[in-house]
């Protein structure tokens, strides 16, 4: 599967998930630098989770890592990751402040 394959909508939905996730476990801060720190090395990290991927999915139920990998090939997907996990800490603050 490649990112071109991936719907734009299933794209911004999948990248909302993931980025509710980790504002909700309160990883925004160490999500952002991993993410940032490895956006040279997104499409290896992307190959390396192909690799891995009979192994992840017979002990985790994710139905959706392929996706997740393949959306991860692109450097702009990551950055996209970024700012959705941004944008989601941030009104998580004028919520509560």
């Not at 939905?13 to 993410?35: G, N, R, S, W, Y």
């Amino acid at each position: 599967m490649f990112a071109s394959d991936i719907s734009v909508e299933r794209r911004d939905e999948i990248l909302t998930k993931i980025a509710q996730k980790v504002v909700d476990l309160k990883l925004t801060p160490v999500a952002i630098v991993m993410l940032e720190s490895s956006k040279p090395l997104s499409f290896v990290g992307s190959q390396l989770m192909v690799f891995l991927q009979p192994v992840v999915t017979s002990v985790f139920p994710f139905h959706q890592y392929d996706e997740v990998a393949a959306l991860l090939e692109d450097r702009s997907n990551v950055e996209a990751l970024i700012q959705r996990i941004e944008k989601l800490e941030d009104g998580k603050r004028d919520r509560k402040g």
